[in-house]
């Protein structure tokens, strides 16, 4: 479909050359993050996870009210552990000193930090690399300005910077004279 010469790009580029291929980026985002997932077991293993997940859970109405019922008891749960170890760092009378309270709280952090850092972040890492190898700059700024014109929340993304940049990567299309209008 992409052919350099005979495919469905060149024919499109013959009758307008300010026409940009930009293959389907809703396609070319699960291809990138097939490919980080690929690469790194963990990954794969965390989204293979999460597929089974949500095919089981979502075939299901009944299953998902079961969830929505554990998910609250457990939150419940967690509350009154909170409490109780206020209590504990609060009581006086306890064993327990105000510095373990802290250790214990540290030892979370420690936790989350691994998690958020060097699991979350290393992966949103991989995944912009590679989109950075897939898209090329144009098509990123295509988006980027098309972007601008999303009538969501009363065209609350708008940016006359972006709507320009965009009058010039079609240049038949808008003139000198066209720009300089949009710009006062």
Known sequence: MRGEYN???ALILKKNPSVYYIHCFAHQLQLALVAVAQKHPKIEKFFTTV??????????AKRSDLIRVN?????LESLSVVNIIEMIATDTTSTRTR???CRLRRETVTNLHHFRVEMFYAVIDMQLQEFNDRFFEVNSNLLLCVACLSPNNSFAAFDKTNVLRLCQYYPIDFDSVDISKLDD
């Open 7 to 9: 495919g469905l790009k």
């Open 51 to 60: 597929h089974k997940l949500v095919n089981i859970l979502g075939g299901s």
């Open 71 to 75: 998910q609250r008891l457990k939150i």
């Open 99 to 101: 510095s373990d309270a």
